[in-house]
Structures are given as structure tokens and as C-alpha cells.
């Protein structure tokens, strides 16, 4: 029967162990009860104090160690192991009687767990000699070779552990063991030809051809591995057979070394793209082989964030979008973290581009937010080319959603921080959104859009107008070449409203024609400020009238009268007319909670502030008044 924990295989221990160390068995006890590094730490280092002031215990102390690593818990068991490490460094034991206590007190026997439990300590116990440092000869290390490898192929769920430690402790240039006779020896228990292996023996011939190099014999491949060139295609595809062929729980796949080491042989070898190739077309097949998929594509961007460029095409960014789609978030969030992290000297374009082209909606439906960060991480050429991509998109034949999507990403570019001082590009894209969205002209390809699209697209143009400009000057030259497009739009190419100007509405329209016309000419003329401030209350509120009728209307109506005293009047600097009346106006427009208008209402109030009147300011104090009588009510009735 197999004992559990510290006492396992172990006699009695009065037989073996002075009489003073009853009084310390509390110290295996804390050790098996350890559950973390820093309670694992503690205890092995009380227990190491122990054996340090008493040298006769040795032989017990090593005895108890080895016991404890048949333990059926593993946190006992990785207490007993990093313990017995340290032992090991401290004592001047032999390599023949560490051997015969391992062989004396975990002989495998009881039924196959514990046969199981047995031949892991065994193997734990070679490789806690291993890491010891206290093997020198060849011969003692042939034979800790030999046992790992013996026992390791007994088991397929202790494949991993012996051929990790063997790729560990043998598989470097260090090793007296040289690489023909390591492989010879593997070769005796495992099968390493790449037809016939499995995810472990994989780890281990991928292991072998990475520290090999490229002067790693290719007769040794061909005869033992089966092939010469592990960058050839056929090589490659057999590779894939093996990894997406595995039946093992995917969180022991998404974590198997072999992954790492097949990451570091593709940059090595330069076969990132070639070797991911292979798995594009299972990837998408089922969520078990997206997530292996997903682990290797993650492990070599990680292993070579620069790879990224190249090995991202937009194949590969669909099936992620698509394994998104299907549930498997987390791990392509893995890989949109990566592909956000910032490389010298490397443009963000190129992926921005084909991240658009596999999906203008990308950032809808893969969380991390890819494009909006690529977006604001790129140049102002980058961000124009950007733009041509995305009124491409907006005007293209593609799915209406994705066309809607382009629109809203476009307006969002107009207001990118690094083309804000170029108001050309600003207007021209601008006046692009202003025909597709809110003024139809015959002809055009906005045509085309649905009933249902066009109500999507409603604001799109105001969002893209609702966005910040160096100075007064400048946002007052992007409107007033805006209003004087629509103008245009209408008068000229019989462009039509998607919601037509009617009654009110219609007399409105026409008075601002009007009105920005002649502005206009006198804004170019003498760029005075009171010229400039009513061009550009006219000019937006003009194109108001296309999505809030009633209220442009109302605006209208008291703007009107005030524009008509100013122009006759003509009154001195620093006393523009009606500057108590052109406050109420702002005021009313605050009330609209638009965030056009109160960016407007902000723009203007700049320029005016200084120039304001007894009456205007009290205007302002009533308002805020009201606001704290409101919130004092509310308190009261709480």
C-alpha cells in the first residue's frame, strides 16, 4: 500500500533516526503542508538548518526527502523536490547511494496510480541530481539519461516530464553527452520520426533541431527525425498534422512547451509566415483547433514582436474576427494586446490597412480596440491615406453596415490631432460625408443607400463637423466652405435634402443663403472677428436646418434681426450691436444639449467675453441662478 505525503515507503522511524529528531518532525510536516513559494521557502530553509548543525541525520533527512516526492499532492510533492535540490548541493553524498535510496524506497509496485506516483518521483528524483550540480562523470550522467528516459516512456502522461527534463539538462552545448549519442538514446523508448510523433516527442526533436543549429546532421534528420529540413513544406505540413491532430485537453496543447519551441525555430528560421500558412485553413473548423491556432500565432509575435507585419495578413485577420465571433475572445485579445505594442521604426499603416480591408468594422466585432489604436498612433500621411481608404469603403458596393461603419470611422479621422491645422483635406472629406449623407445630388453614388442606412447615417456629417480647430480663424474657414458647398450642392446640381426644407424651414434657407453669401465676401475681405462670429453662427445653424429644423428655425428668427442692426449700424470695436441679444441666442442654443452647439457656443463666447454688457452678464447669472434653485428643490424633496 502506498503511503501518502513525507512518510511513504519509509520504516519506522525510531528505527532509522536518533531520538532528538521526534522533536523536529514538525519541520516535514510544515514542508508537506507548503502551498506556496514563499511557506515552501521557509520551510525547506528550516529544515536545511537542521541538517546543517546535524550531519549524523543525513541519511534520514535524504531518505524522508525522497519518500516525499511519491506524494499524491502535488504541492507536496514541489515542496519535497525544490527541498531536496538543496540537500542534495549542501551534502557530499555519492551518486551510487543516493541511487540505491531511490531505488530501495520508490520501488513501483500497488496498483497503477501508485505505480503512476512512484515512477514520477523517480524521475523527479533524477532530475533533483541533475539540477544538484553534483554529477561529473558521463557515466553517472548516462545513467540519469537512461533512467529518465526509461521511465518516462512507461507512462504517456509522464512523456512530457522525462523528455522535458532530458531537453532541460542534455539538450545544450554544455552537455557532456553529445547530441548523436542523446538521440540514440531517446530513440531506444520514443519514436521521433515526424510521422509517427506526438506533441512530446515533437517537443523534443524541435528542441534538438533548435539547438542543432542549422550544422545539425541531415543525415541524423533523415534517418532518425524522417526528414532533412524542418523549413520545407512537407516538413511544415506534417507539423500541423501533429498539432491540430492531438486529442488532448486543450489547456495542457495552449500550454505545451513544444509550442514555445516551435515559436522560436520559426523566427530562427525565418518560416514564421510559411509555417502559419498550414493552419490557417483548420483554424476557423472548430474552436479546439482556433485555440491551438491562436497559442502558436501568439507564441512567435511574442517570440518576434516585429514578425507581426508580415505574418498578419488579412486572411489572418478575418479568421480572427471569425473565432471572435465564435466565442473565443480572450485569446484573440491575447493577440490584439500583442499587435498593439509599439515597434522602432515601424509604420503603423500597413496593418491599419489590412486590418480595414478584412473588416471596416473591425473594432465592433474584436474587442481591444485595434484600429482606434493603430488610428491614433499613425502620421498625418498615414491618416490621409487612411481617410482615402475609408470614403473608398463608404462609397464602395460593400455590405450597407460595413458602408455605415466607414462613414463613422471617416468622421472620426477628420478630428485625428494630426491633421487638424489642414483644413482642405478636413473640407474635402467633409463635404464628401455632406452629399452622401444629407444632401443627395442626381447621380450620386449615395444614391444607392437604403431607406434604413440613410437614418444611420444622419449625423455622421454633424459628428465629423463637431470636431476641433486651431484657432477662431480656421473653424470659421472649414464651415463657411462648408455652407457654401451645400449651397452649391442645391442651387447648382439640384442636390436635395434627405430631409427637404419646407415652409419655415424654406424661408430660413433662403435668408441664410443670403446672408453667408454676403458674409463670406466681407469674412475674405477684412477677417474682422464681429464679420467672422456671425458667418459662423449663420453657417452652422444654416446647416442645422437639415437635421433640427425647428429648432434652426427659432435661432434664426432672433439672429436675424441682430445681424440686420449690426450690418447697418457698423458700430466701433469692442461694442459689437446686439451683443445682449447674440448671448440670449447662445444660451438658447446650451439649452439644445448638443455638443456642435456647445462647442460653438464655447468657440464664440472666447472672442466675446470681454465684450460683454451689464445686461448680458446678468443673463448669464440668472441662468446659472436657476440651475442652483433647481438643485436646492431637489435636495428639499429628498
Not at 418 to 425: A, C, H, L, S, T
Request: charged share 25%; aromatic share 6%.
Amino acid at each position: 500500500m502506498l503511503l501518502t505525503d513525507e512518510s511513504t515507503h519509509e520504516k519506522d522511524p525510531e528505527s532509522d533516526s536518533p531520538k532528538k529528531m521526534k522533536g523536529n518532525l514538525d519541520k516535514f510536516w510544515l514542508l508537506s503542508n507548503s502551498k506556496n513559494n514563499s511557506s515552501r521557502i521557509d520551510a525547506s530553509a528550516k529544515l536545511l538548518k537542521y541538517a546543517a548543525s546535524n550531519p549524523d541525520e543525513a541519511g534520514y533527512l535524504l531518505k524522508r526527502l525522497i519518500c516525499g516526492l511519491a506524494s499524491p499532492v502535488e504541492s507536496s510533492r514541489q515542496s519535497f523536490f525544490v527541498c531536496l535540490v538543496e540537500f542534495l548541493r549542501q551534502q557530499n553524498f555519492e551518486y551510487s547511494s543516493v541511487k540505491k535510496e531511490i531505488e530501495d524506497n520508490l520501488k513501483v509496485t500497488g496498483s497503477k496510480g501508485e505505480e503512476s506516483l512512484l515512477l514520477l518521483a523517480q524521475i523527479l528524483a533524477d532530475v533533483a541530481l541533475l539540477r544538484s550540480d553534483k554529477l561529473n562523470s558521463k557515466g553517472e550522467l548516462l545513467d540519469i539519461l537512461r533512467n529518465l528516459v526509461d521511465k518516462g516512456s512507461q507512462r504517456s502522461y509522464l512523456n512530457l516530464v522525462a523528455l522535458n527534463a532530458v531537453v532541460e539538462n542534455f539538450a545544450n552545448e554544455k552537455s557532456k553527452i553529445d547530441q548523436k549519442e542523446l538521440i540514440d538514446e531517446v530513440a531506444k523508448s520514443f519514436q521521433l520520426n515526424l510521422d509517427e510523433a506526438n506533441l512530446d516527442t515533437l517537443f523534443f526533436l524541435l528542441s534538438i533541431v533548435a539547438q542543432g543549429g542549422e550544422g545539425l546532421s541531415k543525415d541524423v534528420c533523415q534517418s532518425v527525425f524522417g526528414f532533412k529540413d524542418i523549413t520545407k513544406k512537407s516538413s511544415l505540413e506534417r507539423i500541423e498534422k501533429i498539432m491540430m491532430g492531438t486529442t488532448q485537453p486543450i489547456s495542457v496543447v495552449v500550454n505545451h512547451p513544444v509550442l514555445e519551441v516551435l515559436a522560436k525555430l520559426a523566427v530562427e528560421r525565418k518560416m514564421g509566415r510559411k509555417l502559419f500558412a498550414n493552419f490557417l485553413p483548420e483554424m476557423t473548423k472548430t474552436t479546439y483547433k482556433g485555440q491551438i491556432a491562436l497559442a502558436i500565432l501568439r507564441d512567435i509575435v511574442k517570440a518576434d514582436p516585429e514578425s507581426a507585419d508580415e505574418l498578419i495578413s488579412v486572411d489572418v485577420l478575418e479568421a480572427l474576427k471569425e473565432l471572435c465571433i465564435k466565442g473565443l475572445v480572450e485569446p484573440v485579445l491575447d493577440i490584439v494586446e500583442l499587435l498593439k505594442v509599439k515597434k522602432e521604426s515601424v509604420s503603423r499603416l500597413p496593418l491599419l490597412t489590412r486590418t480595414l480591408s478584412s473588416c471596416v468594422s473591425w473594432d465592433k466585432y474584436v474587442p481591444g480596440n485595434l484600429v482606434s489604436f493603430l488610428l491614433a498612433d499613425c502620421n498625418v500621411d498615414d491618416v490621409k491615406e487612411i481617410g482615402e481608404l475609408l470614403q473608398q469603403k463608404m462609397l464602395s458596393d460593400i455590405k450597407i453596415s460595413e458602408r455605415v461603419y466607414a462613414a463613422g470611422l471617416l468622421a472620426k479621422t477628420i478630428g485625428h490631432p494630426k491633421v487638424i491645422e489642414d483644413i482642405d483635406w478636413r473640407v474635402a472629406k467633409l463635404s464628401t460625408l455632406l452629399e452622401t449623407t444629407v444632401i443627395l445630388v442626381p447621380g450620386s453614388q449615395a444614391t444607392t443607400l437604403t431607406k434604413e442606412a440613410r437614418f444611420q447615417l444622419k449625423d455622421v456629417f454633424y459628428r465629423g463637423l463637431d470636431t476641433n480647430c486651431r484657432s477662431l480663424a480656421d473653424n470659421i474657414n472649414m464651415v463657411q466652405r462648408l455652407i457654401n458647398h451645400a449651397i452649391q450642392l442645391i442651387e447648382v446640381k439640384s442636390g436635395v435634402p434627405l430631409k427637404p426644407t419646407t415652409g419655415a424651414a424654406k424661408g430660413a434657407w433662403d435668408n441664410v443663403v443670403v446672408s453667408v453669401k454676403k458674409l463670406t465676401k466681407g469674412w475674405k475681405e477684412s477677417q474682422s472677428k464681429e464679420t467672422g462670429i456671425f458667418l459662423l453662427f449663420f453657417s452652422h445653424i444654416g446647416l442645422q436646418l437639415f437635421t433640427q429644423p425647428e429648432m434652426a428655425v427659432d435661432v434664426l428668427s432672433e439672429l436675424q434681426p441682430v445681424y440686420s442692426n449690426w450690418n447697418k449700424s457698423k458700430p466701433a470695436k469692442g461694442h459689437p450691436a446686439g451683443i445682449d441679444v447674440v448671448v440670449e441666442i447662445m444660451l438658447s442654443l446650451l439649452a439644445q444639449n448638443k455638443h456642435l452647439l456647445r462647442k460653438i457656443v464655447n468657440c464664440i463666447f472666447k472672442e466675446i467675453s470681454d465684450q460683454l454688457t451689464a445686461p448680458a452678464l446678468q443673463s448669464l447669472l440668472d441662468v446659472i441662478a436657476s440651475k442652483v434653485d433647481d438643485g436646492d428643490d431637489d435636495d428639499d424633496d429628498d
